[in-house]
T-cell receptor, first 112, second 116 residues
Framework: AQSVAQPEDQVNVAEGNPLTVKCTYS??????LFWYVQYPNRGLQFLLK??????LVKGSYGFEAEFNKSQTSFHLKKPSALVSDSALYFC??????????FGTGTRLLVSP | EAGVTQFPSHSVIEKGQTVTLRCDPI?????LYWYRRVMGKEIKFLLH????????ESGMPNNRFLAERTGGTYSTLKVQPAELEDSGVYFC??????????????FGPGTRLTVT
């Protein structure tokens, strides 16, 4: 079965510092990986995806993610955090049958 | 381009009542999905339409849930009769028809359902 794990319920970082939100996956075939963000009272917004190709994927709002096949990880990163990045972040894997399997989400809190 | 819209944004009903949620996908998107997030837990897949056909309904919890997409445009999700454990946020998403690899799904703001 396909699954995604986000080991941290919350990540705290100071504004201007780099941030990492962790995600590991388990799939039986090729992994199609996604990151979504949810701001308060909003729906999920697509950030970036890995389908194939370069292991470093760049997405919206300055975010990027690194696909690591040997560690089965797809960590989300940003070189310099903003207070406005504070939100709930979800990692997801597409099973190839179109449905997304999500992690439990990680709350990012960026302090001024 | 208008995004995915959902109605209502909130619904509070009593156990045993019926509720119907509506989703309007992005125009031209053949794929439409329903997901649910129960408080504090992961977002779980409910079902997937391709146009008006149910492609995958493996995530539907039980036969109290009925989803339709007549005409391949908007979709409704009816819960009848509602139970306490049905409370949560129901998300709808849509995407272009895939050509070999999955496309990103665009999500609506969700409907927060509270069953008392």
């Amino acid at each position: 079965a396909q699954s995604v794990a986000q080991p941290e319920d919350q990540v705290n970082v100071a504004e201007g510092n780099p941030l990492t939100v962790k995600c590991t996956y388990s799939v039986s075939g090729n992994p199609y990986l996604f990151w979504y963000v949810q701001y308060p009272n909003r729906g999920l917004q697509f950030l970036l995806k890995y389908i194939t190709g370069d292991n470093l994927v760049k997405g919206s709002y300055g975010f990027e993610a690194e696909f690591n096949k040997s560690q089965t990880s797809f960590h989300l990163k940003k070189p310099s955090a903003l207070v406005s990045d504070s939100a709930l972040y979800f990692c997801a894997v597409n099973t190839g049958f179109q449905k997304l399997v999500f992690g439990t989400g990680t709350r990012l809190l960026v302090s001024p | 381009e208008a995004g995915v819209t959902q109605f209502p944004s909130h619904s509070v009903i009593e156990k045993g009542q019926t509720v119907t949620l509506r989703c309007d996908p992005i125009s031209g998107h053949d794929n439409l999905y329903w997901y649910r997030r129960v408080m504090g837990k992961e977002i779980k897949f409910l079902l997937h339409f391709v146009k008006e056909s149910k492609q995958d309904e493996s995530g539907m919890p039980n036969n109290r849930f009925l989803a339709e997409r007549t005409g391949g445009t908007y979709s409704t999700l009816k819960v009848q009769p509602a139970e306490l454990e049905d409370s949560g946020v129901y998300f709808c998403a849509s995407s272009h028809r895939a050509s070999g690899r999955p496309n990103e799904q665009y999500f609506g703001p969700g409907t927060r359902l509270t069953v008392t």
